[in-house]
């Protein structure tokens, strides 16, 4: 009696604790992807008020910068601010972790920032090598999404534009 009840116990809690995992690494991403994406609006708006906006070129941070962490010539205003103030994101916590990334890859890819700028359907690399870790960014629009097809329901990270 006491094996059957266990058995049941465990019938119903094993899916429950599965779904769970998926809700905290979309949860997780959502978060992450906040944090990205409240980092590019602050660097934006950093451009707007410090540079020239009508000569400014590009207008969001370039994708050296943002894989860089700081500002360079692109924004030679922004550059030329110490260290402290030409940071794009926190320099302590730098790029945030893609929780969908694969388990298999060096720690050093899985905060990578790809530049995406030339995808356009689908939502992640295309080169196998570069699938399902790190983050995708368009430079041009200032969008930035999750770099991955391991979530059935990957298009809850789609693209959100910073205007």
Known sequence: MVMLLLAILAAVAIPNFIDFRTEAKNSAT????GALRSAIAVATAAIVLKEDVANTTPKYPTILEMQANSFNSSHPILSAYSTVNRKILDDAEGVPRNPWSLSTIPITLINTI???GSITKTYVRSTAAEQNFGWCYNENTGQIWANTKRNAN???FERENHY
């Open 154 to 156: 990957s298009n809850e």
């Open 30 to 33: 959502h978060g992450a992807l």
């Open 114 to 116: 790809w530049d995406c």
